[in-house]
């Protein structure tokens, strides 16, 4: 079967729900996300499980959470045409996590 269309290239990238969005959050990945959107398959999402390093209060990290994935919309990500997701809500991350932690590292690897 022959596809007439071009693959458009992927992109893959996450913000972390820490505290209120930043110009340079907006100026640095935001706005570029926003100008991708059209031209790339791109996964945009909240990185809620990489904030528990900070230990938040599970209840401002909820709240925060929300807050950034109803930002994401906001700038005008259309999640009909891109993946707009929060990490947790994704089982398979925290499961490969758990495989990528099983295997040995480099260091071993090159002994």
Known sequence: MENNQEKK???LSLIQPTGTPTLGNYLGALKNWKNM???YDCFFGVADLHSITVRPNPAD???R???MYALLLALGLDPHKNTVFVQSHVPAHAQLAWILTAIPNSERLQE
């Open 9 to 11: 290239q992927t992109v």
């Open 61 to 63: 990290l909820r709240r």
């Open 65 to 67: 959470t929300t807050e």
């Open 37 to 39: 959107s059209d031209g």
